[in-house]
């Protein structure tokens, strides 16, 4: 069973406001990953990081950050928060062996910006 | 373009057998994987294809032809449980995840 962890699971917020959605794990992944997604709609990768000190900008512009400063913890910050960004944040974290491998989700953290 | 294309939404009868069809196009080729996800819960994973055939696992089995750019989920003995989205996704040549919509599947008494 995956060890990853989301907080928090469901977030009400005014717009503007700074949030962070806090993701750890206790696999120790080197790779991670923050995902967008819609209902119905498919996943989309917004950051991600394979260790360290290491992060990387996905397909999908949020106007967020993200900071690797330990193996297992990986959270993504909106400075300032509009209702576009209202989804479900999916945290992913994989073995990262031969680049190939599943990816084990947290349990999502949903976001609604008023 | 990358494309992942599977359908919106199947429905099937439960103790029956459904076949869920993900086509795609992507620069290069990695591996596809399938993932599980219930209303309301984050993705688990189902299976890895990375080589032509037939991958079976249990009531769930997983097809794929990459000269064809296909691949399909076989479901059998249907159980209500079973209800869900089903993701198709495609690892491109950079190692990055290319993802379907995902296919709803309703399992019907």
Same mark, same amino acid.
């Given at each position: 069973?995956?060890?990853?962890?989301?907080?928090?699971?469901?977030?009400?917020?005014?717009?503007?406001?700074?949030?962070?959605?806090?993701?750890?794990?206790?696999?120790?992944?080197?790779?991670?990953?923050?995902? !967008? !997604?819609?209902?119905?709609?498919?996943?989309?990768?917004?950051?991600?990081?394979?260790?360290?000190? $290491?992060?990387?900008?996905?397909?999908?512009?949020?106007?967020?950050?993200?900071?690797?400063?330990?193996?297992?913890?990986?959270?993504?910050?909106?400075?300032?928060?509009?209702?576009?960004?209202?989804? !479900?944040?999916?945290?992913?974290? $994989?073995?990262?062996?031969?680049?190939?491998?599943?990816?084990?989700?947290?349990?999502?953290?949903?976001?609604?910006?008023? | 373009?990358?494309?992942?294309?599977?359908?919106?939404?199947?429905?099937?009868?439960?103790?029956?057998?459904?076949?869920?069809?993900?086509?795609?196009?992507?620069?290069?080729?990695?591996?596809?994987?399938?993932?599980?996800?219930?209303?309301?819960?984050?993705?688990?994973?189902?299976?890895?294809?990375?080589?032509?055939?037939?991958?079976?696992?249990?009531?769930?089995?997983?097809?794929?032809?990459?000269?064809?750019?296909?691949?399909?989920?076989?479901?059998?003995?249907?159980?209500?449980?079973?209800?869900?989205?089903?993701?198709?996704?495609?690892?491109?040549?950079?190692?990055?995840?290319?993802?379907?919509?995902?296919?709803?599947?309703?399992?019907?008494?």
């Amino acid at each position: 069973e995956a060890d990853i962890y989301q907080t928090p699971r469901y977030l009400v917020i005014g717009t503007g406001k700074k949030i962070t959605l806090e993701c750890s794990q206790t696999m120790g992944h080197d790779k991670m990953y923050w995902y !967008q !997604q819609d209902p119905g709609m498919e996943l989309h990768l917004i950051h991600y990081s394979y260790g360290v000190n $290491s992060t990387e900008k996905g397909d999908l512009s949020s106007e967020s950050t993200v900071s690797r400063i330990r193996t297992e913890h990986f959270p993504l910050t909106l400075e300032s928060a509009r209702p576009s960004h209202t989804s !479900q944040y999916l945290c992913a974290s $994989s073995t990262g062996t031969g680049d190939t491998g599943e990816l084990f989700f947290g349990e999502g953290s949903r976001l609604t910006v008023l | 373009g990358q494309n992942i294309d599977q359908p919106t939404e199947m429905t099937a009868t439960e103790g029956a057998i459904v076949q869920i069809n993900c086509t795609y196009q992507t620069s290069g080729f990695n591996g596809l994987f399938w993932y599980q996800q219930h209303a309301g819960e984050a993705p688990t994973f189902l299976s890895y294809n990375v080589l032509d055939g037939l991958e079976e696992k249990g009531r769930f089995s997983s097809f794929l032809s990459r000269s064809k750019g296909y691949s399909y989920l076989l479901l059998k003995e249907l159980q209500m449980k079973d209800s869900a989205s089903y993701l198709c996704a495609v690892m491109d040549s950079n190692y990055q995840l290319i993802w379907g919509a995902g296919t709803k599947l309703i399992i019907k008494p």
